[in-house]
């Protein structure tokens, strides 16, 4: 069982950076897909950002966006710059076990998931 814990996130203006974190628990942590996906009131959980193999983002948030993840630490970070209204969301970690390539995108590739951290970007 994986344990997922985001921080970071917290009112923030337009035009401004935010980096979220999540801490993971658990040992092989290397060996997980980790991804950022973000839901806004009223609509759907939407894909942010995957890493395993390689990396995915959403189209419309590429050059903006950047996830790394630090092995060491069992954490994998979220570096959003330029922030907008339209990115005020929660925003929620998700992990699956066993890397790898492509299919980061999909909700189905996660078997855990965190609470959510609130990200509200101000106008």
């Known amino acids: 069982q994986v344990q997922l814990v985001e921080s970071g996130g917290r009112l923030v203006q337009a035009g401004g950076s935010l980096r979220l974190s999540c801490a993971a628990s658990g040992r092989s942590f290397s060996s997980y897909n980790m991804g950022w996906f973000r839901q806004a009131p009223g609509k759907e959980r939407e894909f942010v950002a995957g890493?395993?193999?390689?990396?995915q983002y959403a189209d419309s948030l590429k050059g903006r966006f950047f996830i790394s993840r630090d092995n060491s630490r069992n954490t994998v970070y979220l570096q959003m710059n330029r922030l907008k209204p339209e990115d005020t969301a929660v925003y929620y970690c998700?992990?699956?076990?066993?890397?790898?390539?492509?299919?980061?995108?999909?909700?189905?590739?996660?078997?855990?998931w965190g609470q959510g951290t609130q990200v509200t970007v101000s106008s």
């Open positions: 890493t395993g193999v390689s990396t």
């Open positions: 998700a992990a699956s076990f066993g890397l790898r390539v492509g299919a980061l995108e999909q909700r189905e590739t996660y078997n855990y």
